[in-house]
């Protein structure tokens, strides 16, 4: 069965620093990665997805940036952190399926506080 | 027109009684509909999909779609007090194939 992981689970940081979160994915081969942020009352907000290895696509213009280094792992990453870059940061996995159908599963989330 | 919508709640059913949350999209060509399930603090799990008109049953969830009138609904029989949670609808898209979340319902079971 497929597992997906993000560590770290939560951080604090001060504004302007340096930030990388992890997620990868288990038993399965050439997902669909996926970057979603969830501000406080707010919903998912899709940042950026990843078809394959090397391959982003960005969905909202900010200091964030994301990176794809092997097939099951995804990065998000900034040089320097925002108070608006806090809330919780889920990583999620699909699979394409011939008929369009596509069902997104989520990690467990880090949740991130910019002090 | 916003591409995924949900009331935001709270919805608040007794135990016992039939919960009925409903989402309505605005891309017509849309195919594939989900439901998640989010705890506070924790991610959203995935309860059910559904790909064609109708009602799909699982356990104490149905799911319902109405491709016509761009609306898709999930009902929980006998409610329980676990079942108090945020559930979250998401559509995938015919124009551009992405999958757009609704906000949320935030349900609360009544003891």
């Known amino acids: 069965s497929q597992t997906i992981h993000q560590w770290p689970a939560t951080l604090v940081q001060p504004v302007g620093s340096p930030l990388s979160l992890e997620c990868t994915v288990e038993?399965?081969?050439?997902?669909?990665l996926y970057w979603y942020r969830q501000a406080a009352g707010r919903g998912l907000q899709l940042l950026f997805y990843?078809?394959?290895?090397?391959?982003i696509s960005s969905e909202v213009p900010q200091n964030l940036s994301a990176s794809r280094p092997q097939d099951r792992q995804f990065i998000l990453s900034s040089k320097k952190l925002l108070l608006s870059d806090s809330g919780f940061y889920l990583c999620?996995?699909?699979?394409?399926?011939?008929?369009?159908?596509?069902?997104?599963?989520f990690g467990p989330g880090t949740r991130l506080l910019v002090l | 027109q916003k591409e995924v919508e949900q009331n935001s709640g709270p919805l608040s059913v007794p135990e016992g009684a039939i919960a009925s949350l409903n989402c309505t999209y605005s891309?017509?060509?849309?195919?594939?509909f989900f439901w998640y399930r989010q705890y506070s603090g924790k991610s959203p799990e995935l309860i059910m999909f559904?790909?064609?008109?109708g009602d799909k049953e699982d356990g104490r969830f149905t799911a319902q779609l109405n491709k016509a009138s761009q609306y898709v609904s999930l009902l929980i029989r006998d409610s329980q007090p676990s079942d108090s949670a945020t559930y979250l609808c998401?559509?995938?898209?015919?124009?551009?194939?992405?999958?757009?979340f609704g906000k949320g319902t935030r349900l609360h079971i009544l003891p």
């Open positions: 999620a996995w699909s699979l394409y399926r011939v008929g369009n159908q596509e069902t997104q599963y």
């Open positions: 038993g399965t081969s050439n997902p669909n």
């Open positions: 990843s078809v394959g290895i090397g391959q």
């Open positions: 891309d017509r060509g849309s195919q594939s």
């Open positions: 559904i790909y064609s008109n």
């Open positions: 998401a559509v995938k898209q015919n124009r551009d194939d992405k999958i757009i």
